[in-house]
């Protein structure tokens, strides 16, 4: 089922956050990075496919890509990059023990309130685009990412 032709109005709406959270002033590549852990948990290949094209598109390395199910034992993330990743993963598997609060005082230290609620939106819109793209199968493969334009250097 293509999910957006039978729902516009919801697409409209999920397209909304999706924005918003690009929008906020999180970091590209830390939004691209939570997008990318989310889908992995959440094993949808669409998502999967998607981001990484995105995030190879954007100039993000592959090491980063390839190592970030295993981000905890390697040494190529920020300590910012770091707590956003565990907050994420403890946010989209919320029914395993809920977000601890050692966990909250953790993240607290590397995102101000404005930016752990815009991080959170972060999550839920990922957890929310796997859930449509694995229910109704969304085909992996077929996205391409946008042109990024050089930047032209003036004389």
């Not at 990743?85 to 995102?111: C, M, N, Q, S």
């Not at 793209?133 to 334009?149: C, L, N, T």
Request: net charge negative; glycine share 4%.
């Amino acid at each position: 089922m293509e999910y957006a032709k039978a729902s516009p109005a919801a697409s409209r709406a999920m397209y909304g956050l999706s924005q918003y959270v690009h929008q906020s002033g999180l970091e590209n590549s830390l939004v691209s990075l939570i997008d990318m852990r989310v889908s992995q948990i959440n094993g949808c290949a669409f998502c999967l496919d998607m981001h990484w094209k995105d995030a190879k598109a954007a100039g993000e390395s592959e090491q980063r890509l390839y190592s970030l199910d295993a981000w905890r034992e390697t040494p190529y993330y920020t300590e910012r990059e770091r707590a956003a990743l565990a907050w994420a993963e403890a946010v989209t598997r919320i029914t395993e023990g809920h977000v601890p609060d050692e966990l909250y005082e953790a993240t607290r230290k590397h995102f101000d309130e404005k930016e752990l609620v815009d991080l959170t939106l972060a999550v839920v819109a990922i957890n929310g685009w796997n859930r449509l793209a694995i229910s109704f199968r969304a085909e992996p493969g077929i996205y391409q990412p946008k042109k990024i334009e050089p930047i032209q250097k003036t004389a």
